[in-house]
C-alpha cells in the first residue's frame, strides 16, 4: 500500500468516529427540553444506539437513568467522539481537556462562533488552531450533528418525536441543520436514508471530507448535498469528480446572487464563491446541480430505487395531453428526445383504442369512452415498458376519489417489476388528496418512486440520465 | 355609449352565458359511471345550481329525478347553453338542432377533433364554421368545461367526489382539463376559486375571451392561466395589457422548447408561439410569467390573500440561516432588496437577544438558548412588521412535533392581521407533517398564505412586486 492511500484510510478512519463511534460523550446541560443533551441522550436511547454513552456535567447525577460524569477526565474509557453543547467561551478549554484525556473527534453543537460575530470569528479560529495542532476532527460548530441509520446512531439534538430511520442508499449533507431530524419528516422518505451530516460552521470537515467518506461507504449509493461555500476549489474539483464517477453527487448551492453570497458568508463564516466558477466546475467534475430545497429530499429517490436510463428517449404515459406538453419542454432541458414508439407497439395500442399506439400514450381518452378498455391497462403500459425505443418512462396517474381503479395501477406496477432494466417515475394527480397519497405509498413501497410535481419527476431521469453519459459516456 | 363600448358589452354577454346560464340542457348519455351526462346532472344537483336543468336523449326517461327529453325541440324553454357530450362525427348535426331551436352558447365535451387526427381536424373546421356563421359560441371541443362558484354552478363531467367550492378571488382558466374538479383537490385551496375555464381545443372561445370576461368581473381579482397556444397575438397582447394593469394575470406557458412547442400544436391542434415572442409580449404587457404546474394554484393565493407591496424592500423572519440564504437568492431574481432594520427595531431586538436585531431576524439561536425568549415572539414579529425598512416579509416557522409553539405563532399573526399594510407570506417546516400542515391551516384560516416551498413563497412576493409595480410604477 503507498503512502498517499495510507494516508487517505487514516483519514476516513478519522470521520468514521463521527457516524460509528463505539463510546461517545456528551458535555452540555440535560435539563429537560426541547434542545440540548438530555435530548440527545433520549434520542439515543430510542434510536437503537448500541455504543456506551457518557453525559458529562457536574451539576447533574443522573439522566434519563444513565450516570453522568463530573468531568471527561472521570469517564472511566476513552470515547472516539465527544457533543459539545455549552457556552462558545468555554467550547476550546474543554476541547483542550478531551484532547488531554485522548479524544480524537468533536461534534461542536455549540453556537455564537463565526456566524455570530468578530469575537465568535476568533473562538473559532482558536478552537480550529488547537483542533490542527493536535490532530482532532471537529464538525461544527453551530452543527445539530450527525446520523447514521446502519447502527441507529441518531444523536439529534432537538427534539423530533420520533427517533428511528428507514435504513436506505441516500446521504444528506448540508451546511444548515435543516436537514436534521427535527427540520424533516424523515418518516416519509420511503427510500431511506445512509447518513446525515449537519456541517455547521465547517470550520474543519467540509464537504471533501464527507465526500470521501462517503465514497466508500457501502450503504451509501447516492449524495445529496446544500453547500453555501466551498472551503477549498481545486481539491473539492479533483474528489467531487472521483465521486461523481461512481455515486451521483448532487448539489444544492446558494449564494448563487451576489446578495445570496454575501448572506451565505455571514450565516456560516465561509467565504463565497463565484457562482459561474461553481456551475464549471460541477460541469466539469460531472456534479448534478439542483435548484430548490425540496429537491434535496425529491431528486436522490430516482436514483435510490431505479436503474440508470440506457438512452436517452423517454417514454410518456399519461392521462391528459397537457401535463405531456410540460414534461416534453422540462426533457428537452436534459436533452431527453421523445421517441416514436415502435411497429408493433403502436399497432397493440391503437387495437385498444384508435391513436392510442401515438407517443405520449394518452390514456385520458381511452377512459372517458369506454372504462373497460381501462381494465387493459396493465397491458398498455406493459407494451410501452418493453418497446425497445423507450429507455425510460415517465408515467401519470388520475386516482380517482373512490380509489377503485387503484388496483389496476397496482397490477400493472406489479406486472413490470423487475421485468425491465429501465427506469419509471411517476407523477399523480386527482381530486383527493387522500387518494393520491394512498396510491403514492402503494408504489415506492413497491420501488417506484412518485414525484410531488411533474417538473421534478421529468428532472430527476434527466439527471440519471447526465449521470448515466458521466459515468459510461453518452450513448444517444 | 359608443358602438366600441356597445360591441364589447355584448361580447362579455356572450361569455356570461357560459358561466350564469338560467337553463341549460345536456346531450349525452346518461348511464351511471365516472364520466358523462349523468355525472354533469349530479354534480349540478349537489352543487347548489338554480337554474333549470333538461337533460337530452332519446334512450332515456329519466336521470336524477329529472325528466329526460327526446330532442332539444321537445325542451320547453329556449335554454342559454347546452352540454354535448356525443360522438364527434355528430356534434355538427346536434348543433344545428340547437340553432334552430334558438341555442347561442355550446360546451362540447366530446373529443375526437383537431386534437385526435384529420378527420377529426375537418370536423372542428365544419363546426366553427357553421358557429360563425350562425353567431353561435362554443367552449371546446375536447373541454372539461367551467365552473362558477358564485352561482354554485359546476357542472364536472368526470365524478369528482365533492361538488361544493369555496368561493374566491381566483379564476383558473386552461388549455387542459388538468385544472377541472376532478383533477385537483380544490377543497384545499383556502382562497378559494371564482371561475373555473377549460379551454379545451378552444376553436372559438379562446385566452382574450376570457381576460376580457374576468376583466369585469367583481369576483375575480386574480387570473392565472395555462396555455399552449395563442390565437392571435396582437389582440391577445393589447387585451393582456389591459387587463394586467388592472387585475393581476399569471401565465403558465408551455411549448417553450421546439420539442414542447411541436407536441402543444398536437394536444389541443393550436398554432404555435415562438417563446422569444411571448416572453417579449409578457414584459409588454404586464403578464406574470410562471413556470411550473403547481405554480397556477399557488402563487395567486399572495393577490387572493394580501395587499400588494408598497416597495422592494423584503424583510425575513427565519428559524434557520440556510433557508434564509435560499430565500435572498430567489428574490435577487425579482429585485427584491434585503433592508437593514431600522435603529428602532435593531435596539428592540438585539434586547431580547444578542444579534437578533440583524437582517434576516434568526430566532434560532434565541430557541436553542432559551425557549422563555420564544415567549416574546409575537412581539418579535410586530416589531420587524412595525419597521419602515420593510415592505414585504418572508416568515419562516419551525412547526414542532407537539405542536405546543404553534398557539405562540397564532398569537403573533393574529397581533400583525388587519395592523399593517404589507403582504406576508409564509413556509413551515418541521419534523412532523401532521403539525405543518395544521398550522398552515390555520394560518391561512386567518387570511396569511402558506406556501409548500421557500421558493415559490419569494417567488409570490416577487411576483406581486412586479405587479404593483405596472400597476402604480415602480417606487423602490
Given at each position: 500500500m503507498d503512502e498517499a492511500e495510507n494516508k487517505k484510510r487514516s483519514h476516513r478512519g478519522n470521520v468514521s468516529r463521527f457516524f460509528e463511534p463505539r463510546r461517545i460523550a456528551i458535555i452540555g446541560s440535560f435539563k429537560e427540553g426541547f434542545f440540548g443533551g438530555y435530548v440527545i441522550v433520549k434520542s439515543l436511547m430510542n434510536s437503537g444506539y448500541g455504543g456506551r454513552i457518557y453525559p458529562v456535567n457536574p451539576a447533574y447525577k443522573e439522566v434519563h437513568g444513565l450516570k453522568v460524569y463530573p468531568s471527561i477526565k472521570e469517564v472511566p474509557k476513552t470515547v472516539d467522539l465527544v457533543f459539545i453543547l455549552i457556552n462558545a467561551r468555554s467550547v476550546v478549554k474543554v476541547v483542550r481537556e478531551c484532547a488531554q484525556s485522548g479524544v480524537r473527534a468533536f461534534i461542536v453543537v455549540s453556537d455564537g462562533f463565526a456566524e455570530r460575530d468578530l469575537k465568535g470569528k476568533h473562538l473559532q479560529k482558536e478552537l480550529l488552531s488547537y483542533a490542527r495542532e493536535h490532530g482532532l476532527r471537529i464538525i461544527g460548530p453551530n452543527t445539530a450533528g450527525v446520523v447514521n441509520t446502519a447502527n441507529g446512531f441518531n444523536p439529534c439534538p432537538y427534539e423530533a418525536g420520533y427517533y428511528k430511520f428507514r435504513h436506505g442508499p441516500v446521504a444528506v449533507c448540508a451546511q444548515t441543520g435543516m436537514i436534521n431530524p427535527q427540520a424533516y419528516p424523515y418518516p416519509l422518505l420511503r427510500f431511506g436514508v445512509s447518513k446525515i451530516c449537519d456541517f455547521g460552521n465547517k470550520c474543519d470537515l467540509d464537504e471533501c471530507d464527507m465526500l470521501?467518506?462517503?465514497?466508500?461507504?457501502?450503504?451509501?449509493?447516492?449524495?445529496?448535498?446544500?453547500?453555501?461555500?466551498?472551503?477549498?476549489?481545486?481539491?473539492?474539483?479533483?474528489?467531487?469528480?472521483?465521486?461523481?464517477?461512481?455515486?451521483?453527487?448532487?448539489?444544492?448551492?446558494?449564494?448563487?446572487?451576489?446578495?445570496?453570497?454575501?448572506?451565505?458568508?455571514?450565516?456560516?463564516?465561509?467565504?463565497?464563491?463565484?457562482?459561474?466558477?461553481?456551475?464549471?466546475?460541477?460541469?466539469?467534475?460531472?456534479?448534478?446541480?439542483?435548484?430548490?430545497?425540496?429537491?434535496?429530499?425529491?431528486?436522490?429517490?430516482?436514483?435510490?430505487?431505479?436503474?440508470?436510463?440506457?438512452?436517452?428517449?423517454?417514454?410518456?404515459?399519461?392521462?391528459?395531453?397537457?401535463?405531456?406538453?410540460?414534461?416534453?419542454?422540462?426533457?428537452?432541458?436534459?436533452?431527453?428526445?421523445?421517441?416514436?414508439?415502435?411497429?408493433?407497439?403502436?399497432?397493440?395500442l391503437d387495437a385498444i383504442f384508435p391513436g392510442l399506439g401515438t407517443m405520449p400514450v394518452d390514456i385520458g381518452p381511452v377512459m372517458a369512452a369506454v372504462k373497460e378498455a381501462f381494465d387493459r391497462y396493465p397491458k398498455i403500459l406493459d407494451a410501452v415498458m418493453s418497446d425497445k425505443n423507450v429507455n425510460a418512462l415517465f408515467n401519470v396517474l388520475w386516482a380517482n376519489y373512490t380509489g377503485d381503479i387503484i388496483e389496476r395501477y397496482i397490477e400493472a406496477y406489479e406486472g413490470i417489476k423487475n421485468r425491465y432494466?429501465?427506469?419509471?417515475?411517476?407523477?399523480?394527480?386527482?381530486?383527493?388528496?387522500?387518494?393520491?397519497?394512498?396510491?403514492a405509498g402503494r408504489l415506492e413501497d413497491r420501488g417506484f418512486p412518485v414525484f410531488t410535481r411533474p417538473e421534478t419527476a421529468i428532472k430527476a431521469l434527466g439527471l440519471a440520465w447526465r449521470h448515466a453519459s458521466t459515468r459510461y459516456g453518452a450513448r444517444t
Open positions: 470521501e467518506y462517503l465514497e466508500d461507504d457501502p450503504d451509501t449509493q447516492v449524495i445529496s448535498m446544500y453547500l453555501e461555500t466551498i472551503c477549498d476549489g481545486k481539491k473539492f474539483l479533483g474528489t467531487a469528480k472521483r465521486v461523481a464517477s461512481q455515486k451521483p453527487v448532487l448539489i444544492l448551492k446558494s449564494g448563487r446572487t451576489r446578495e445570496g453570497a454575501k448572506a451565505s458568508v455571514s450565516h456560516t463564516g465561509g467565504l463565497a464563491v463565484d457562482d459561474k466558477i461553481f456551475e464549471a466546475t460541477c460541469n466539469q467534475a460531472g456534479i448534478l446541480r439542483i435548484d430548490t430545497f425540496a429537491e434535496l429530499f425529491e431528486i436522490p429517490k430516482v436514483f435510490a430505487s431505479q436503474p440508470l436510463p440506457e438512452g436517452n428517449r423517454l417514454g410518456i404515459v399519461t392521462f391528459t395531453g397537457g401535463i405531456a406538453v410540460l414534461a416534453i419542454d422540462e426533457a428537452a432541458k436534459y436533452q431527453l428526445d421523445i421517441p416514436s414508439l415502435g411497429t408493433k407497439t403502436a399497432d397493440f432494466r429501465k427506469p419509471v417515475v411517476t407523477w399523480i394527480y386527482g381530486p383527493s388528496a387522500q387518494s393520491t397519497s394512498e396510491l
